[in-house]
């Protein structure tokens, strides 16, 4: 398929990063002024205060991670709180159904991955694109499918 992007490429939902980050940050800042601003707290009081803000915006940051990297030899899948390397020879399905948060790998194993680095929230045109583009990768670059009908399921998504 000559429509393929150059490897390697990363998906990840930019719009949504944007905002978990930016919040996150102004949070900080915020609650740290606050901190130092108020004349009443103790250093124990303030530290604490700051230590709450950094979590905050740790818990943004760790939200904001996911992304789908794929390159020559397969895909990486980072998600919340893991990563999964798969062989492109695992990866039977792409998809990304009305409805669904985010995209899922049919593996060869009998199971299912989500990849929250693809997900129509803020963005749904650019979910789709990014869905179809990891499907023809997928199908390119995988064993094939004998039946002809793998990642079939994925044009019902229209938008």
Request: no cysteine; charged share 20%.
């Amino acid at each position: 398929m000559s429509d393929l992007p150059v490897l390697p490429v990363t998906f990840r939902p930019g719009r949504t990063r944007a905002v978990l980050l930016t919040a996150g940050a102004t949070i900080f800042v915020v609650i740290t002024t606050v901190a130092l601003l108020l004349e009443k707290l103790g250093p124990g009081e303030r530290v604490s205060f700051v230590f709450t803000a950094a979590l905050i915006f740790g818990v943004l940051a760790m939200l904001s991670r996911p992304k789908v990297v794929a390159d020559e030899s397969g895909v990486t899948v980072v998600n919340i709180t893991g990563r999964r390397r798969l062989a492109w020879a695992e990866i039977l399905r792409v998809n990304l159904r009305p409805g669904d948060p985010w995209v899922f790998l049919d593996l060869s194993d009998g199971t299912s991955l989500p990849a929250l680095g693809i997900q129509p929230g803020i963005a749904k045109q650019r979910a789709i694109s990014d869905a179809r583009t990891l499907r023809a990768l997928a199908e390119a670059r995988g064993t094939g499918d004998p039946d002809g009908q793998r990642g079939g399921q994925q044009d019902e998504h229209h938008g």
